[in-house]
Structures are given as structure tokens and as C-alpha cells.
């Protein structure tokens, strides 16, 4: 039997990059960090102990 738990849109992880400097050497490194946005919180919370099949859709004009 199928039934709908959870339906929202929005962004799932928020991710930032940026290149630092290594001890003022010409190295650099990229950092990178993913947070996680209310929306990944929300949908664990209503998933979490329950079989379910996932589907992800590409809405369009995120950031890359």
C-alpha cells in the first residue's frame, strides 16, 4: 500500500567552497561545507522507522 508521508520543495543541503591559503605559501586548499537545510531535517524526521521508496526531481534555477 502507498501512501504519501512527506511532499515540500526546496534546497536539501546548503553547500559553500572556498580556496584557502596554507601558511602564506602560494598552496591552496578548497574548502568545502555542507549544512544541512530544514528541509533534510523535516524529511528525516518523517521517514525515520518507515520503509519508503525516495524520488528526487531537479526543480531548476539553483546555484551550481
Known amino acids: 500500500m502507498k501512501k504519501e508521508i512527506f511532499r515540500r520543495e526546496g534546497v536539501f543541503v546548503e553547500y ?3 580556496k584557502v591559503e596554507l601558511d602564506g605559501r602560494s598552496d591552496e586548499l578548497i574548502h568545502r561545507k555542507e549544512t544541512p537545510t ?3 531535517w ?3 524526521e518523517a521517514i525515520k522507522g518507515k520503509r519508503v521508496r525516495i524520488v528526487v526531481y531537479e526543480l531548476g534555477g539553483g546555484e551550481e
Open 16 to 18: 559553500e567552497e572556498k
Open 38 to 40: 530544514r528541509l533534510w
Open 42 to 44: 523535516e524529511l528525516k
